[in-house]
């Protein structure tokens, strides 16, 4: 057992605030929840058939609205962005993204927390430019059954391995963020699931949260539902195996299932749209830079506030329950 985390650290700032979309005297209500997912792109270096991500032949979001989608999320003094996709890292400017998005709003007054939900296949040295700028770094590992998880992450032969080669560099270089790790359960992995953490032996290296996901039928999983979903008692069976895995080596486990998923999330997608979770289904609201110039309170009541925070605070937790810097130096 490990003994608790240091506090994630601030980053220096490297970059000054965005400028605000209105004049420092107008005092302009607020319009969006505190916590967002800005999905810049559908494009991936991966084909699973899981998905719930937007479709990949989405036209991805051009590098002056992927900008202004900083400077409206800074304006709204949100605490909080998970830059996903698609696979972000392959956006050419995604570590000038991560710094401006997560620079401090004033002196004394730290910006957002930055997480990055990526697929773990950017190479290590394209990962140390965008690292210091994240608060936590989101992964995946499907199955310690090497089969099951070609069959779940496919398009690339060694993709288990490349994540724990990212995981093993981040906990090293940059102990001060914080490391997720997901598994999302399906007929293709639900007997190696619950062993996914045997692949890391060391236990300074473990992550900080691991989480369990229900495979949400939404875009290619919604495609893809009579192969890979689980039955609600199925699923639970999987995560009570999980859950003692877990126990077992000193790792807080969160738990998404599609039951609980609606009011959780706002999204803004390649193509400017903004994108909520409705009984179960995505809900697209129109485009998210007309609605938020046109002053559309309403957008913020699309998601149940205390739900969206507590959704991304038990996930991505400020004091990270598990893991130890020193420990890591120790074990180097």
């Known amino acids: 057992m490990r003994s608790p985390r240091l506090q994630l650290s601030s980053r220096p700032q490297l970059f000054a605030p965005c400028l605000e979309l209105a004049p420092p005297m107008i005092q302009r209500q607020r319009c969006l929840p505190d916590y967002v997912d800005f999905r810049p792109l559908g494009r991936c270096n991966l084909d699973c058939l899981f998905c719930y991500g937007p479709r990949h032949d989405l036209p991805t979001m051009g590098e002056d609205d992927a900008f202004r989608v900083v400077e409206i999320l800074r304006a709204e003094r949100v605490k909080g962005v998970v830059i996903s996709g698609g696979e972000p890292t392959l956006l050419p400017y ?3 993204l991560a710094a401006a998005l997560g620079a401090p709003y004033a002196p004394g007054e730290p910006g957002p927390k930055i997480v990055l939900s990526t697929n773990g296949l950017a190479p290590i040295p394209t990962m140390e430019k965008i690292l210091p700028h994240l608060s936590w770094i989101a992964l995946p590992l499907e199955s310690a059954d090497p089969g099951e998880h070609a069959a779940m992450r496919i398009g690339h032969a060694r993709h288990r391995e490349r994540v724990i080669a990212l995981l093993g560099q981040a906990r090293r270089s940059h102990p001060s963020v914080g490391i997720k790790l997901g598994t999302v359960v399906t007929r293709l992995n639900a007997r190696g699931a619950d062993r996914v953490l045997d692949l890391i032996e060391d236990d300074p290296f473990l992550p900080d949260i691991w989480k369990v996901y229900e495979m949400s039928e ?7 539902r009579h ?7 199925e699923f639970e069976e999987v995560v009570q195996r999980c859950s003692k895995a877990a126990a077992d080596r000193g790792v807080e486990l969160r738990v998404y299932r599609n039951s609980t998923r609606s009011g959780n999330y706002f999204f803004v997608d390649p193509d400017g749209g903004a994108v909520v ?3 179960g289904e995505e809900r697209r609201l129109g485009s998210f830079f007309e609605l938020y110039e046109r002053g559309e309170g309403w957008l913020r009541d699309c998601v149940e506030g205390d739900a969206n925070a507590a959704n991304f605070t038990s996930t991505y937790p400020t004091w990270s329950p598990t893991g130890s810097p020193d420990a890591v130096a120790a074990a180097t």
Do not use: E, S, V, W
């Open 94 to 96: 995604l570590a000038r």
């Open 218 to 224: 939404t875009n290619y999983g919604a495609d893809n």
């Open 227 to 233: 192969l890979l979903a689980l039955g609600p008692g």
């Open 277 to 279: 979770i409705d009984d």
